[in-house]
């Protein structure tokens, strides 16, 4: 009996390693079609080609077609095959994988269906961010699909990381359009398709993130779903180049961890800034002094102010906050402490909700800045 590890000896049987192989060719192959089929949704949206919309619809019986074959596949190995080990988490991520590409490729019909239906109307708006937001989320779907092709976990982290990006873009277009339609209700047919087509593409980027995850576990054997890897692979290292710290008003959280970092993260550009700046907490001031930190030279700043080149590292202290669109290789991760602006009570009450909250950021920077 041959008592080699499963998982360490080679295939002798080249009829099962072929079996493997056709199966990943045709993931493959149904992941091409897929991004082929976003891209031309967008091309039809941009251009505004109610035709390629219409071939683009078409398409997707080939993608359906694909999943079936690639699942009958599957089927069919483990029941004749009974694989163990590496082998095993291929098969059953394998189904996995294609159902998520199935339903990109139906997120793709969707654009398609709202393309034909805003081409009956005169434009909007030019559109800027919508295609960066695509770009974004194929680029999610590409890089989630190399790194199955590489078996590379640390690539399909990565993708896991760049989800936060495709959400700002839609935070963005979100408030961009809810504009338009506050200025004239003749605007909100027209925004409320742009706004799915916006939608859709985040959900796409949420699919991204689910092969990358099936990715690692395939590699690795371990299951990162849930996990907050978002926010671990961002504070796996100290930032190098800054970090800036977001809240609304930059009057409290925000500031006092500003305040920390500039102490504890020497040689890393610090900031802090909010999407509506106001003025500096009396409370964060006071409490801050008490460990020797003067905040009261700082002022309230816009996000605009913020040069986001010379940053690694987005945290934000309140979850209200939309992150604004970063440069690649930006990381974003919340960190959820209670906003001490908050409290109420006798002004000790305050204080103490304020203490709190410092003592709490000074634990999160130090940990940060340790790397």
């Not at 359906?64 to 694989?83: F, N, W």
């Not at 800034?273 to 460990?291: C, D, F, H, I, W």
């Amino acid at each position: 009996m041959d008592a080699r590890n499963p998982t360490d000896r080679l295939h002798t049987d080249r009829v099962y390693e072929q079996e493997l192989q056709n199966l990943r060719d045709q993931i493959l192959l149904m992941g091409a079609k897929v991004e082929q089929m976003l891209e031309s949704s967008m091309k039809a949206l941009i251009e505004r080609d109610s035709d390629l919309a219409h071939k683009t619809m078409e398409s997707d019986g080939q993608i359906d077609q694909l999943e079936v074959e690639s699942d009958e596949q599957c089927l069919r190995i483990l029941a004749r095959r009974q694989p163990v080990a590496s082998d095993l988490r291929f098969l059953t991520i394998a189904l996995k994988l294609v159902t998520d590409l199935e339903r990109i490729g139906d997120l793709a019909v969707n654009i398609c269906e709202r393309v034909l239906e805003l081409n009956e109307e005169p434009p909007l708006k030019p559109y800027v961010d919508l295609p960066k937001m695509s770009e974004a989320a194929q680029g999610m779907v590409r890089q989630a699909l190399d790194a199955f092709v590489a078996r590379d976990a640390d690539r399909a982290r990565a993708v896991v990381t760049r989800d936060n990006e495709v959400d700002a873009y839609y935070g963005q277009i979100f408030r961009e359009l809810l504009t338009y339609m506050m200025e004239d209700p003749h605007n909100i047919y027209r925004a409320t398709r742009i706004q799915s087509i916006a939608k859709y593409l985040e959900r796409v980027g949420d699919h991204a993130t689910n092969l990358a995850e099936e990715v690692v576990f395939m590699v690795k054997g371990k299951d990162i779903r849930h996990s907050g890897i978002k926010a671990a692979h961002a504070t796996l290292r100290a930032p190098s180049r800054g970090v800036l710290f977001l809240c609304v008003h930059n009057s409290a959280r925000s500031q006092m961890a500003e305040g920390w970092a500039k102490r504890l993260m020497p040689g890393v550009k610090i900031y802090s800034a909010g999407s509506k700046p106001t003025t500096l907490n009396p409370y964060a001031v006071r409490t801050m002094q008490e460990a020797g930190i003067d905040l009261s030279t700082q002022n309230a700043k816009p996000i605009s102010s913020v040069p986001l080149t010379e940053v690694d590292l987005v945290i934000s202290l309140c979850a209200s906050e939309i992150c604004p669109p970063l440069p690649p290789g930006v990381f974003h991760v919340r960190w959820p402490i209670t906003n001490p602006a908050a409290a109420t009570g006798t002004e000790q009450e305050i204080e103490a909700a304020f203490r709190r909250a410092r003592d709490e950021l000074k634990r999160r920077v130090e940990s940060l800045a340790a790397g």
